[in-house]
């Protein structure tokens, strides 16, 4: 088996879990707090299932993609246990709810908003 990780190309070494600067999410103040700094810089809110296998993939593949530089402020937000936030940042940033779901809030509004797997093809630095 190690004989045909090598020739394909495999790693026994396991790989390392990339970490963002994530803010949790977890309380509807939050939300005008939010809408504040968009006015200076860029605010992203993750809004993830836990529950959702789907959610998870894409939760890890936005968390391999994400340029832990960039100028913006990440939000997460586990919607099954903050249902209320979810609701909220729905009717304040006019979106329908979907899950998973980023938001990118500037000046005050939702200027941009995805789901599932057009979140990975959403180009973030548009946005900073």
Not at 40 to 63: A, D, E, P
Not at 77 to 83: A, E, Q
Not at 98 to 106: A, C, G, M, N, Y
Request: net charge neutral; glycine share 6%.
């Amino acid at each position: 088996m190690g004989f045909l990780k090598n020739i394909l190309g495999g790693s026994s070494e396991p790989k390392a879990k990339k970490s963002l600067p994530w803010k949790p999410l977890t309380d509807l103040s939050q939300l005008n707090e939010i809408e504040a700094l968009s006015k200076g810089k860029t605010q992203v809110v993750f809004k993830h299932s836990t529950r959702c296998g789907i959610s998870s993939m894409v939760l890890n593949q936005f968390t391999d993609a994400f340029d832990v530089n960039a100028n913006l402020d990440l939000y997460y937000l586990d919607l099954l246990n903050f249902r209320d936030v979810s609701n909220e940042a729905g009717y304040k940033f006019q979106v329908l709810h979907q899950s998973p779901q980023l938001l990118v809030i500037k000046n005050g509004v939702a200027v941009a908003h995805a789901s599932h797997g057009a979140i990975n093809e959403m180009d973030l630095a548009r946005f900073v």
